[in-house]
Structure formats: C-alpha cells, structure tokens
C-alpha cells in the first residue's frame, strides 16, 4: 500500500452507536489531519497532529475523539452522532506541520441515521 | 481569516479543448502558498499544482497551469487538451506561510468539471 489509506471505506451508523475511522500513511509523515466533507460546503478542518500531539482542535464537538497512537495512524472515534454529521470525513498527512503540501486519504463515506 | 471563493460551481469542456477555472481569495498576509486540487468520482484528493505567492512565475506542470495574479488575488486553472480523466472537482486551496505557523488549508467550495466526449 502506498500513499494515505483509509478504512473502512462506508459507513452507515445509529445516533447511538459508536464507531471509530482509521487513517494510515505510508510516506514517512509527522503531521496528519482530519477533516470533514459535507455537500456545497467547502471541507472543514476538524484536527491536526504533529508527531503524535495534537496541535488543532478546530471547535469541534466532543462527540468526535481523535487518537494518533504514532505517527503512522489517525483515528477518529465517533459515539452519540446526529444526523447532520453525516459526511465525506478525509484524512491528510504532510512531511511536518511546516511542509505546506498535504497528501489526502480516499475518505470514509459516513451516513448517521 | 483567509477566505477562497470559486464562483463556477460546474464547467464543462470538449474533449482535447483548453478550460479555465476561477479561483480568488482574500488575505492581508504577503507569504503564503495556493493550490489545487482535483477529487475525481473516486473520492481521493489528488494534488494538481502549487504556487507559491513570493514566485512571480506561474507554475506549470504538463497539461496544467495557472495564472497566478497577486495584486488581483486571482489564481486560476488552466487545463489544456482536456482528457476524460481530467473530469472530477476541482479545489482551490490557500495555506499561510509556515513563518505564520499555520498549517490550515483554506478550501473554496469547488468546480465541478465534466468533459464531453
């Protein structure tokens, strides 16, 4: 595998579930990011980790927990979600927080019902 | 706060034709980097081309290119000989300088561009 992964690649969950989003990169980068893609509206940064620290929350609810146990792997944890969560949720990576080109996932496709 | 506008919300081009896509944004700051990006069907985010804003020289890479006016803030795509696969959305995208130790990429709404056969 090469590049910014992501898995799984659909999912459709209740308002009660709880779930989690996996990110992994294989380009030997230290920053990586969340963000979330909704219709007509232009994508929303939602996290940034910098060698495993995280360094942006960007006002995002608590129902969404990121964890980045190295710098190879970005979760998100999803639990109590609402309908209007669902979205396009892409992860990036960059060489460093400074490198100002960031490589994208294919994204996980999350519907709340 | 960065703002990214793309005004054409869908384009469509002829096969082997030139296409120009719009992008223009707003800053006070003087060092910063653009982008765009292209997200076919596919859902990946593919990085098309970059500038940087202290190069007066636009950037170019094969088919694509821009024009990069600063004064204006305008940064606009320039696809040439337009293929099938060139179909997708297209993202415009502004990022500071990192001497302003920010990270965030700002993105505009995109344009959606179809090829017609």
């Known amino acids: 595998e090469t590049g910014v992964t992501q898995t799984p690649r659909h999912l459709v969950m209740g308002m009660t579930n709880k779930k989690s989003l996996k990110c992994e990169q294989h380009?030997?980068?230290?920053?990586m990011y969340w963000y979330k893609q909704s219709a007509k509206k232009p994508l929303e940064l939602m996290f940034v980790?910098?060698?495993?620290?995280?360094?942006e929350n960007n006002s995002v609810p608590s129902r969404f927990s990121p964890e980045c146990p190295n710098s190879s792997h970005l979760f998100l944890h999803l639990h109590t979600l609402q309908p209007e969560d669902s979205a396009l949720y892409l992860c990036?990576?960059?060489?460093?927080?400074?490198?100002?080109?960031?490589?994208f996932g294919p994204g996980t496709r999350l519907l709340v019902l | 706060a960065q703002t990214v506008t793309q005004s054409q919300p869908e384009m469509s081009v002829q096969e082997a034709e030139t296409v120009t896509l719009s992008c223009t944004y707003d800053?006070?700051?003087?060092?910063?980097?653009l982008f765009w990006y292209k997200q076919p069907p596919s859902r990946q985010m593919i990085l098309v081309i970059r500038?940087?804003?202290?190069?007066?020289q636009n950037a170019t890479e094969n088919r694509f290119s821009v024009n990069f006016q600063k004064a204006a803030k305008s940064f606009s795509l320039k696809i040439s000989d337009s293929q099938l696969g060139d179909a997708a959305m297209y993202f415009c995208?502004?990022?500071?300088?990192?001497?302003?130790?920010?990270?965030?990429?700002?993105f505009g709404t995109g344009t959606r561009l179809t090829i017609i056969p």
């Open positions: 800053t006070s700051e003087s060092d910063y980097y």
């Open positions: 380009l030997g980068h230290n920053a």
């Open positions: 995208a502004y990022r500071s300088s990192p001497n302003f130790g920010n990270e965030k990429l700002t």
């Open positions: 500038q940087e804003a202290y190069k007066q």
């Open positions: 990036a990576s960059s060489q460093d927080r400074i490198q100002e080109t960031q490589y």
């Open positions: 980790y910098n060698f495993k620290e995280q360094t």
